[in-house]
């Protein structure tokens, strides 16, 4: 059984750091493609960012490019959400998610892509 855990959230001013790690069991990132994704109250869960198995391959929306870098660990099964220069507009719970094949369908922006989703973590920036 696959299963995800979000860990690393938290409230932060405008223009702070925070790092987001999202720890797997039951299956490897290392054959995986990994997103993260975020929703804001009253909106639609939407991608942020998603490695491909290698972790040569990566994708983000635009308004997280440059601010925002995803990287993994194969030894620990992890992957890292870095995030920098944090805005209000980043304000949401954050979701790691999990496709278990190798494929990187639509640059792997597509919830449908996943199978497997953690639990999500709170993620607070204040002006």
């Known amino acids: 059984q696959v299963q995800l855990a979000e860990s690393g959230g938290g409230l932060v001013q405008a223009g702070g750091s925070l790092r987001l790690s999202c720890v797997a069991s039951?299956?490897?990132?290392?054959?995986?493609?990994v997103g993260w994704f975020r929703q804001a109250p009253g909106k639609e869960r939407e991608f942020v960012g998603a490695?491909?198995?290698?972790?040569?391959?990566?994708n983000y929306r635009d308004s997280v490019k440059g601010r925002f870098t995803i990287s993994k660990d194969n030894t620990v099964n992890t992957v890292y959400l870095q995030m920098s220069n944090l805005k209000p507009d980043d304000t949401a719970v954050y979701y790691c998610?999990?496709?278990?094949?190798?494929?990187?369908?639509?640059?792997?922006?597509?919830?449908?892509?996943?199978?497997?989703w953690g639990q999500g973590t709170q993620v607070t920036v204040s002006a």
């Open positions: 998610a999990l496709d278990p094949t190798f494929a990187w369908t639509g640059a792997a922006e597509g919830r449908r892509n996943y199978n497997y």
């Open positions: 039951g299956r490897s990132v290392g054959s995986s493609v």
């Open positions: 490695i491909n198995w290698s972790g040569k391959i990566t």
